[in-house]
Nanobody, 129 residues
């Protein structure tokens, strides 16, 4: 599975952006638990949030809870990250990643980088104050 993240851009603090993670092939992208990560300059890549395949269970890092929402689109073609009330500290390159396991019976969402097998190229998000 080759993934592609899109939707990044430059916004002012308090504004919103929507990122999308889809299969590069354009085919429906389902059956996999998906995570979003971000990496700011000079910092390690960190987990932002993720969504399980089985029941669309979502989890988020504390710094984005209440502001970011992850969901799957109606036709399972993409996983979307809605980012609201953006802050300058949200500035980073954002990556989506997927577990290799297909149609997992578990709602477990990995929070570690090595919990994911497929990665998309990042998309830059810049939030200015």
């Amino acid at each position: 599975v080759q993934l592609q993240a899109s939707g990044g851009g430059s916004v002012q603090a308090g504004e919103s952006l929507t990122l999308s993670c889809a299969a590069s092939s354009g085919r429906p992208f389902g059956g996999h638990t998906v995570g979003w990560f971000r990496q700011a300059p000079g910092k390690e890549r960190e987990f932002v949030g993720g969504i399980s395949w089985r029941n669309d269970l979502t989890i988020y890092v504390d710094s984005v809870k209440g502001r970011f929402i992850i969901s799957r689109d109606k036709h399972k073609k993409a996983v979307v990250l809605y980012m609201n009330s953006l802050k300058p500290e949200d500035t980073a390159v954002y990556y989506c990643a997927a577990e290799k396991t297909y149609a997992s019976e578990s709602d477990y969402v990995p929070t570690e980088i090595d919990g994911y097998d497929y990665w998309g190229q990042g998309t830059q998000v810049t939030v200015s104050s």
